[in-house]
T-cell receptor, first 116, second 113 residues
Framework: GAVVSQHPSWVICKSGTSVKIECRSLDFQATTMFWYRQFPKQSLMLMATSNEGSKATYEQGVEKDKFLINHASLTLSTLTVTSAHPEDSSFYIC????????????FGDGTRLSIL | GQQVMQIPQYQHVQEGEDFTTYCNSSTTLSNIQWYKQRPGGHPVFLIQLVKSGEVKKQKRLTFQFGEAKKNSSLHITATQTTDVGTYFCAVPLRGSTLGRLYFGRGTQLTVWP
């Protein structure tokens, strides 16, 4: 149980393109999902908290107009990197939190984004 | 400032040797979680520690939470090549609700056969 699917797994596109990444909880409902960014050989950095039916909460230093988050249902959150540039190239990972106290986060497989 | 310090950053061991990674915080933690990320993969939840002085075991892995709830360790006995990966501790962001986590920098474990 507790499977999170993230799509696509790999994206290569030109500078200026907007890229949408999907995160789905397959066998449970997730009122809260998280989006992380990970540079090579570095730790995960929380970008934003995605809440179903409400606006996302962004961490300090993360541009909300650059990284658009939509959490339209209890099983789907999307991250859109708008007008991507080479410095946006990174590994983006989502996680979903199942209900209940002290529940772990379940991570998707991640999306490797390369902007040329 | 940094929520938690994790050391060492890298550890290279021969198969059969033991391995330990440590996480230390300057403030008392409500809980600490441990994750493993294989090369090219995503983090996988290993365990959560909540109680002061808690010790939990998963086969060859032993997790400890300090009495003051400011530090934690993960110890692997007799490492195997399948243990290769980066081990992260994660703690709740200060003042946080709803599961927002701060991940330590991780310890990258390499196991030589």
């Amino acid at each position: 149980g507790a499977v999170v699917s993230q799509h696509p797994s790999w994206v290569i596109c030109k500078s200026g393109t907007s890229v949408k990444i999907e995160c789905r909880s397959l066998d449970f409902q997730a009122t809260t999902m998280f989006w992380y960014r990970q540079f090579p050989k570095q730790s995960l950095m929380l970008m934003a908290t995605s809440n179903e039916g409400s606006k996302a909460t962004y961490e300090q230093g993360v541009e909300k107009d650059k990284f658009l988050i939509n959490h339209a249902s209890l099983t789907l959150s999307t991250l859109t990197v708008t007008s991507a540039h080479p410095e946006d190239s990174s590994f983006y990972i989502c996680s979903a939190l199942s209900s209940g106290e002290n529940q772990p986060q379940h991570f998707g497989d991640g999306t490797r984004l390369s902007i040329l | 400032g940094q929520q938690v310090m994790q050391i060492p950053q890298y550890q290279h061991v021969q198969e059969g040797e033991d391995f330990t990674t440590y996480c230390n915080s300057s403030t008392t933690l409500s809980n600490i979680q441990w994750y493993k990320q294989r090369p090219g993969g995503h983090p996988v939840f290993l365990i959560q520690l909540v109680k002061s002085g808690e010790v939990k075991k998963q086969k060859r892995l032993t997790f400890q939470f300090g009495e003051a709830k400011k530090n934690s360790s993960l110890h692997i006995t007799a490492t195997q090549t399948t243990d290769v990966g980066t081990y992260f501790c994660a703690v709740p962001l200060r003042g946080s609700t709803l599961g927002r986590l701060y991940f330590g920098r991780g310890t990258q474990l390499t196991v030589w056969p």
